[in-house]
């Protein structure tokens, strides 16, 4: 059976910055939930970062991948650097993948760790900018296929491939 990573957000857990959750009932999530197939994992919180806590974003003009060569930070809406947090959380997603076997996962759009297709610019006023996450930028590194709680149709086809060996 394939597992699949999911933040603990989009379980209804209150790990989020602000101390909630997201919960989500599609269908595909509640499937696969029956099937034992989640593995639930908040990056943010398996770095260290207490719950709540300040917002953060990655530095205007920089991003996730800049994040994980030491060249950029992620700052709290506080001004303290998080970026440690950030990219211990991401690793610790990573190692939750392995010896599982897991090859996708489905993330928190928008958040500076699991943003899969847009995070925020950095300056806290709420602007969107094409982009992902420190923890979906490794991920993919790595080879997983990530998707954000927007995409659960094409996550299902994903899953289906990979148990068929078509995976991608």
């Known amino acids: 059976m394939q597992y699949v990573l999911v933040s603990s957000c989009l379980l209804g857990k209150p790990v989020r910055y602000d101390g909630r959750g997201v919960p989500n009932g599609d269908a595909v999530l509640a499937r696969w939930l029956d099937e034992g197939r989640v593995v ?33 930070r992620v700052v709290a809406t506080t001004g303290e650097d998080v970026t440690a947090p950030f990219v211990r959380g991401a690793r610790e997603a990573l ?26 610019d950095g300056h806290f006023a709420g602007r969107r900018r094409p982009g992902v996450g420190v923890t979906a930028e490794l991920l993919r590194r790595a080879g997983l296929q990530v998707f954000s709680e927007k995409q659960w149709t094409e996550a299902g086809a994903c899953l289906a491939d990979l148990e068929d060996g078509n995976g991608r």
């Open 40 to 72: 639930a994992v908040c990056p943010e919180v398996a770095g260290g970062m207490p719950v709540p806590r300040p917002p953060a974003e990655i530095e205007p003009g920089k991003d996730a991948a800049a994040v994980l060569a030491g060249h950029a």
């Open 95 to 120: 190692a939750a993948t392995q010896g599982r076997g897991i090859r996708m996962a489905v993330l928190k759009e928008g958040s500076p760790s699991c943003g899969s297709g847009y995070v925020y």
